[in-house]
């Protein structure tokens, strides 16, 4: 490496994609950014997976009647797509691409805390995506991904291998969100204080905690489900004694807090997108910090909303609403920032600012209806209802999967040192978006009609909106494939390179060149301000 | 590379190890701070059979009154002193390491893993025990008492479990201390080695009382 001053070098040929070759050097790099990478790829070719069971379970269901598949295939398949979406893509997702690319970078340190177990957590997340499977290899669960018993208790098809693989795969997550914990304490760079961490950073530090406090608790309880299943030892089994409510409980105690793992980051990011392209600091940044925190921890004391209607005391009931109520409250407190932020901005409409704006709408549709699904008369309607389905997409898919597209396509540059074809991005975008609201929006209709979720088969009156949905879920599906082709085309092919800082942004990681050095800096870098004071004289760094 | 020059490794075998992206210092508190979450952890994965454990009571109060007096209380008070004599020795070892007495070190992590090896015996006449009876999994007693069993096999199965991950990370430190590895500069593996053995430890001192006096 030539010798240089501490900013960028231009031009250098050096960087962390090419310094070593050859497969055996990405199989055994500790370095957080190759990592990053194998989590992307690995994590990409499950969301295809689990999107081709997506639309298996669409086309099943565009018109009334058996169309591909029997209904007891189906279970199988809409088990398959909510297991491999859920424990294999989205759970790690956004953590495990962005937060293990941009960490170290953003804190202004050479690495995570502990590279060697950063690259275990990979291991032992391809460990538990084999697992997965050889359960769909032998005999696909048809349980649904929530594993109710007593019917996982005797099914005949793999339960043991699947939430085997789910308990392998939560071990993983633990050690990434441990590593983050020690890392975002230990290993920050002279001058950046809490308060000055960006708010993505503090996304992952949420999220870490309750990858590290909330998995234990659903490891243990499908260990137990296994322990069911191998010695009958009977502790969910009400033919012996023991009591399928309290699994419910076990596992909505990790489960709910889950959905923050998926959507916390992504909050964090659409707080990085959104100052860099309206040129104005983050509105309210320390709110939005606590409010990340508050979710984390209100978070977990909600998690019986998912048994409101199976059979738990009045009592527990209305407790379990009304905290679901105040989540609604640091959720409503980002959306305002984030509007804040942009007002009398000078917007740039980019794609990731696209993919940001389209963020913050569709997560209001899912923080809105979520408030219907915390009503305890209504949600004994809505409760197994398509609604549901409904509402837990535009959370999910609307917040988790937009913003780690949004990410994708913001740090792109920086990941890569390269540009993707810009007309195209913003092409598949508008095609996500049209295709996603198509899908999930009718949904909400079927919910309120009365159209229950899970099912084979449904009335004739339900066809019209059936129909909406699978045409929406194509082109839903076209639309991703354009945008990860797209930029599979940029970073594969073309020969479009990227400066080091393409938006004036102020991040740590926009202080180093792109792609980044093996250890990211030449220097520990010093940090004299937050990275959004854009619009200020000081955003000339 | 700039960060990349401490020459110290070689010639001071007794000092940290090189790692290139944190000074010894905050490597030391890294791995320690990692450890304690990690502990939080696994008290987490324990707390559900002690939540199952704290429903179940509740709901077949007779029939888990009436099967913890079936358990033999005194081979469990052996094995919490075993357990407690155990968790003494890896603590002094840690005291030692801190002094760099290496031959030290490597004497009491032998004995906390004889206690450990001790431990396991006691446990599986406990066991052979249960079975004689048909007590055990898949015995035709084993629901005599509702979930008492299946809970008390779960809970103590899982725990003796992490007493064989126990032996397995400290005789991977013991090896670290035959080789004259640690001094007061560096003794990280010997402190964060025995924070998990207390651990181990300390569930048990929950998990006794619990299954074997409280009944
Ligand atoms: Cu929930």
Redesign the interface.
Known sequence: ?SASSTTAIAGSETNYLNCERGIWSWLTTVDHKRIALMYLYTLTLFFFVGGIAALAVRTELAFPGGQIMSADTYNRWFTAHGVIMIFLFIVPGIPAVMGNFLLPLMIG???V???K?NLLSLYVYWLGAAMALVSLGIHPVDTGWTFYGPYSIKTGSAVVWMTGAAFVLGFSS?LTG??F??TI???RCPGMTWWRLPVFVWALYATSAIQ??????V???L??LI?ERA?????FNPA????PV?FEH?FWFYSHPVVYIMVLPAFGVIGEIIPVFSRKPLFGYRAVVVSSMGIALVGFVVWAHHMLVSGISDFSAQFFSIVTFLVAIPTAVKVFNWVSTMYKGSITFSTPMLYAMAFVFLFMIAGTTGIYLATLAVDVFYHDTYFVVAHFHYTIQGGAVIGLIAALHYWFPKMFGKMYNDLIARAAWFLIILGFNLTFLPQFVLGMQGMPRRYYDYLPQFADLHLASTIGAYINAFGYSLALLNLFWAMAVSKKKAPSNPYDALGLEWRTQSPPIK?NF???PTVDDTPYAYGTPVASH | MSHGEHAHTLDDPQGPPHIHHMDPPTAYHAAKFGMWLFLATELLLFGVMFAAFAVFRWKYFHEFHEASSHLNWKLGALNTAVLLISSYYAAIAVDHAQHGRNKQVLKSLLITIGCAVGFLIIKTIEYSEKYHHGYFIGGENFHEFKTFLPLYFCMTGIHALHVIIGMGLLGWVATLAAKNRFSSRYYTPVEVGALYWHLVDLIWIYLFPLLYLVG
């Not at chain 1, 012996?240 to 009591?243: H, I, Q, T």
Request: aromatic fraction near 12%; charged fraction near 10%; charge should be negative.
């Open positions: 490496m340190a050479y690495d805390a502990f590279p177990l633990i441990l590593n914990i020690v304490h230990k290993l590290v406090l909330a998995t234990p608790v490891g243990m309880t260990m137990l322990f010695f009958g030892v009977g502790v012996l004694g023991g009591d309290l076990f250890d030449e220097t520990i």
